[in-house]
Antibody
Framework: QLQLQESGPGLVKPSETLSLTCTVS??????????WGWIRQPPGKGLEWIGS???????YYNPSLKSRVATSVDTSKNQFSLKLSSVTAADTAVYYC????????????WGQGALVTVSS | QSVLTQPPSVSGVPGQRVAISCTGS?????????VHWYQQHPGRAPKLLIY???NRPSGVPDRFSGSKSGTSASLAISGLQAEDEADYYC????????????FGTGTKVTVL
């Protein structure tokens, strides 16, 4: 059974960079059939797609966040990562990593989520 | 602000059939892009409920069904059960601003 687990600091200061890693177990991140995505959810609000990355390094991002987002893949560790720069309180959210089908683009496996609070 | 609009809330009594709409436009659902649906219980990660408009992943009860027509999609829950009380989100692809995945605004289903 595929499992994803987010890890990283739960508190980030304003203007700094948020960094999260997603560790994939029970399957290979190098599969050609999938992208690996990040989705966030501010407290009490809806879901927002941040971006997705292919194991080969191809990326696509939400245009509203593109200037501040970077993602990467480490196939040797079966991990992928998210960096979001110049954060503000508006970036406070639960951040989910998820597997995304490369054909239909649905997210079929999700991590449990990591709450990241932006505060000084 | 999402480009896919859902009603904020829907309610029903056990056993009833309820439906949740997901209204988009010509740049997403109306362009023929697939719609997927997720169920989210409080404090939990979303769970894929319907993919490709009307397909259920293994393990999802056949009480859940999806459909799409024009610029809208719909999720129906027949035989509503207490455990169906959750938030539901639609998702599709929108090409207006390059390649973008978009989620709906979300609908809270309450079982009365």
């Amino acid at each position: 059974q595929l499992q994803l687990q987010e890890s990283g600091p739960g508190l980030v200061k304003p203007s700094e960079t948020l960094s999260l890693t997603c560790t994939v177990s029970g399957g290979s991140i190098s599969s050609s059939s999938y992208f690996w995505g990040w989705i966030r959810q501010p407290p009490g609000k809806g879901l927002e797609w941040i971006g997705s990355i292919y194991y080969g390094g191809s990326t696509y991002y939400n245009p509203s966040l593109k200037s501040r987002v970077a993602t990467s893949v480490d196939t040797s560790k079966n991990q992928f990562s998210l960096k979001l720069s110049s954060v503000t309180a508006a970036d406070t959210a639960v951040y989910y990593c998820a597997r995304q089908g490369s054909g239909w683009y649905y997210f079929d496996y999700w991590g449990q989520g990591a709450l990241v609070t932006v505060s000084s | 602000q999402s480009v896919l609009t859902q009603p904020p809330s829907v309610s029903g009594v056990p056993g009833q059939r309820v439906a949740i709409s997901c209204t988009g436009s010509s740049s997403n659902i109306g362009a023929g892009h697939d719609v997927h649906w997720y169920q989210q219980h409080p404090g939990r990660a979303p769970k894929l409920l319907i993919y490709g408009n009307n397909n259920r992943p293994s393990g999802v009860p056949d009480r859940f069904s999806g459909s799409k027509s024009g610029t809208s999609a719909s999720l129906a829950i027949s035989g509503l059960q207490a455990e169906d009380e959750a938030d539901y989100y639609c998702q599709s692809y929108d090409y207006r601003l390059s390649v973008v995945q978009v989620f709906g605004t979300g609908t809270k289903v309450t079982v009365l």
